[in-house]
């Protein structure tokens, strides 16, 4: 049996032979021809990552069109359709105009009007389609995104679901400060004059 003294020298690492031999056995393997771990993938973040899935739910729309449209075909018509398709999932309530609700922001009671995709949600997908078009090889100047069909009819979603909520939409205007102008005295004792500028 070996003492407590030689067990304390090969967990010591002792110069000894018996040390060294048990050293050689518990030593780990030759790790030279190890391949190195790949580099782990950098986090998307929370835009790019949604970015993606739209990407991919648009890409699977046209596949699923009869007969199925191949991107670079795709043009305006085939978007809009897509955003009519959204709305079948949305969830914001749009008052008909003979509802009672219909103008109300905030209704009494349930109604049988539909739910729709809200405004902002496809203002905010449209955008995100359009830089993942470009960014998928697609070229700016035929980005069926960015046409100003999608603008139009975004701009009709907005102004509509705003009178059936009845929250108007107003752009907000940036002030401008007012510029006054002053003259300075001349030397023979004119007058100062001030103008003052308002912009529109």
Same mark, same amino acid.
């Given at each position: ?12 690492? %002792? %110069?000894?032979?018996? %040390?060294? &031999?048990? @050293? ?6 030759? *790790? =030279?021809?190890?391949? /190195?771990?790949?580099?782990?993938? /950098?986090?998307? &973040?929370?835009?790019?990552?949604? !970015? ?10 046209? +596949? ?13 018509? =085939? ?10 999932? #949305?969830?914001? !309530?749009? =008052?008909?105009? #003979?509802?009672?609700?219909? #103008? ?5 009671? /349930?109604?049988?009007? /539909? ?5 902002? &949600? ?13 960014? *998928? ?5 035929? *980005?069926?995104?960015?046409? #100003? ?10 102004? &509509?679901?705003?009178? @059936?909520?009845?929250?108007?939409? !107003? +752009?907000?205007?940036? +002030? ?5 102008? +002053? ?18």
């Amino acid at each position: 049996m070996m003492s407590s003294e030689k067990i304390r020298e090969v967990g010591e690492g %002792s %110069s000894s032979r018996s %040390s060294s &031999s048990a @050293a050689i056995s518990i030593a780990p393997p030759d *790790n =030279h021809h190890r391949q /190195p771990s790949p580099p782990p993938t /950098p986090q998307l &973040s929370r835009y790019e990552s949604q !970015k993606r899935r739209d990407w991919n739910t648009f890409g699977q729309y046209l +596949k699923n069109q009869r007969p199925p449209v191949p991107l670079p075909q795709c043009n305006y018509n =085939h978007v809009l359709d897509f955003l009519r398709y959204l709305d079948q999932f #949305g969830k914001t !309530k749009v =008052h008909m105009h #003979g509802c009672l609700f219909f #103008g109300q922001p905030e209704p009494p009671g /349930p109604c049988t009007c /539909p739910l729709r995709q809200a405004w902002g &949600s496809l203002d905010a997908l449209i955008g995100r389609l359009r830089a993942a078009y470009e960014e *998928n090889g697609g070229l700016q100047e035929t *980005n069926p995104f960015a046409s #100003g069909a999608i603008r139009v009819y975004l701009r009709e979603v907005r102004d &509509s679901q705003a009178k @059936a909520r009845g929250i108007p939409y !107003k +752009k907000k205007k940036k +002030k401008r400060p007012n510029l006054q102008i +002053k003259a300075s005295n001349n030397n023979d004792g004119a007058t100062a004059t001030t103008f003052q500028l308002q912009s529109s």
